[in-house]
Antibody, heavy 121, light 110 residues
């Protein structure tokens, strides 16, 4: 069974950097085909894909956030870390990490519960 | 503004069939598979359909997906009260080199 859980601050001040950790179990991010993505959802709005890291350390980022987002992994700890710089109130959202499996088709088959991050002074 | 276009809301009565559409482009749906996610109120999204028309284990067969050209559809046959949720389509976009989501469709069971 795959599980994921996001952790990090619930409140950040404008211009600060957000660091969220996704701790997972049930798969290894060193196995071919595995990946972990980050998706966010502002209150009452749609899902927005932020980026993804693959088992081979390949990374993809949303073009609109590429300059602000970094995703890294620590295989020994079964963790993936999202770093987003220059946070502003518009970045207030629930942030999800999700397991992506690519076996021909790629899809997010397991999601964390999400963590609400509020950007406010 | 989402890259994939969905109707914001739909409604139906129990037992009715509803179809949710998702419109994209040649670089997204036209070139890649579509996945659908269901988000019940206050919960994280859940994979509902993958690879255009495949159901993960545990998803009732009243849910079905299809794709044609640059559009995709999710059908719910025999609508039930527990199907009241937000539904999102998603696909990889080759031009953006990233995943894109639809704006979501809220289904209300009357």
């Amino acid at each position: 069974q795959i599980t994921l859980k996001e952790s990090g601050p619930t409140l950040v001040k404008p211009t600060q950097t957000l660091t969220l950790t996704c701790t997972f179990a049930g798969f290894s991010l060193s196995t071919s085909g595995e990946g972990v993505g980050w998706i966010r959802q502002p209150p009452g709005k749609a899902l927005e894909w932020l980026g993804l890291i693959y088992w081979d350390d390949d990374k993809r980022y949303s073009p609109s956030l590429r300059s602000r987002v970094t995703i890294t992994k620590d295989i020994s700890k079964n963790q993936v870390v999202l770093t987003m710089t220059d946070m502003y109130p518009v970045d207030t959202a629930t942030y999800y990490c999700a397991h992506q499996f690519c076996g021909g088709d790629c899809y997010f088959d397991s999601w964390g519960q999400g963590t609400l991050v509020t950007v406010s002074s | 503004q989402s890259v994939l276009t969905q109707s914001p809301s739909m409604s139906g009565t129990p037992g009715q069939r509803v179809t949710i559409s998702c419109s994209g482009s040649s670089s997204s749906i036209g070139s890649n598979i579509v996945n659908w996610y269901q988000q019940l109120p206050g919960t994280a999204p859940k994979l509902l359909i993958y690879g255009n028309d495949h159901r993960p284990a545990g998803v009732p067969d009243r849910f079905s997906g299809s794709k044609s050209g640059t559009s995709a559809s999710l059908a719910i046959s025999g609508l039930q009260s527990e199907d009241e949720a937000d539904y999102y389509c998603a696909a990889w976009d080759d031009s953006l080199n990233g995943e894109v989501f639809g704006g979501g469709t809220r289904v209300t069971v009357l």
